[in-house]
């Protein structure tokens, strides 16, 4: 998913402190990149992972959420699954399914921490 903000000129420095902090606190592995237009964040947490990238200008920038495609979609465990679905290969299915569930539930949350995010640093960008 991606979301764009404009004209709130917010600091991306501090916002993407705050976005690494945000995946420290929910117990994943951080890496950080700096692109020469904004960030990119690297996550994992056992079978979850994505990118988030951060780009753009203090008025107007875009972040973007990326699961991985292990993370999205049909996982081979879902595949193979559903194939074996008749000899018990149903709990392959149910289990990518729960994990699939439970990562869309935590992207929502961290969109829900985006926007407080972006509201609390609006105009924090002045002078820089």
């Not at 465990?77 to 729960?98: A, E, H, N, P």
């Not at 929502?108 to 995010?117: G, K, L, P, S, Y």
Request: proline share 2%; hydrophobic share 40%; with cysteine.
């Amino acid at each position: 998913m991606k979301d764009q903000w404009c004209g709130s000129n917010v600091d991306l420095s501090l916002l993407n402190q705050r976005i690494e902090q945000f995946f420290k606190d929910n117990e994943f592995d951080v890496v950080r990149e700096e692109l020469g237009d904004g960030f990119r964040i690297r996550v994992s947490a056992l079978e979850l992972k994505a990118k988030i990238r951060v780009f753009g200008r203090p008025n107007d920038f875009t972040i973007e959420f990326i699961p991985s495609a292990k993370t999205r979609g049909f996982s081979l465990g879902m595949i193979v699954g559903y194939i074996t679905s008749v000899f018990g290969g149903g709990s392959l299915v149910l289990r990518d399914l729960k994990l699939q569930e439970a990562f869309d539930r935590f992207e929502n949350m961290f969109w829900e921490f985006v926007d407080r995010q972006v509201a609390e640093l609006k105009d924090s960008a002045r002078g820089l």
